[in-house]
């Protein structure tokens, strides 16, 4: 009878956590990986950031490490602005090879028309 429910407690785990994990919203960069390098170049001229539940992306936040401090740059819609492309393209005249970046607070509206969040990807930009 312990083994019955030991097992039958399991299974409710399993399932459970595959239904989450199924239905979780994951924001990406077509054609990488998260913690995939990216040359900065080809970083500056990607068109959009994702979803994988091909929802439309309202807004995101770009984050950033320069000296110990985080920096922090929303964007209204689904492609890097401007400003965000200047104070990267600036890491180009400094001595920096590697600079860690964070896609986070991904916006989405749902069917219903709800906004909703996400989690954040992080990848790594090769500067020269």
Do not use: C, H
């Amino acid at each position: 009878m312990k083994k019955l429910f030991t097992l039958s407690v399991f299974i409710a785990i399993t399932i459970f956590s595959w239904g989450q994990d199924r239905n979780t919203v994951r924001p990406f960069i077509p054609g990488y990986k998260e913690n995939d390098t990216i040359r900065l170049d080809d970083f500056l001229k990607i068109k959009e950031i994702s979803l994988s539940n091909k929802a439309k992306v309202e807004s995101f936040v770009l984050v950033y490490t320069d000296n110990g401090y985080d920096f922090m740059m929303k964007g209204k819609s689904n492609t890097l602005n401007e400003e965000m492309k200047a104070r990267l393209l600036k890491f180009k005249a400094r001595n920096i090879k590697y600079l860690k970046i964070a896609i986070k607070a991904v916006a989405y509206k749902t069917p219903q028309n709800e906004e909703q969040r996400t989690g954040q990807v992080k990848y790594v930009l090769r500067i020269k």
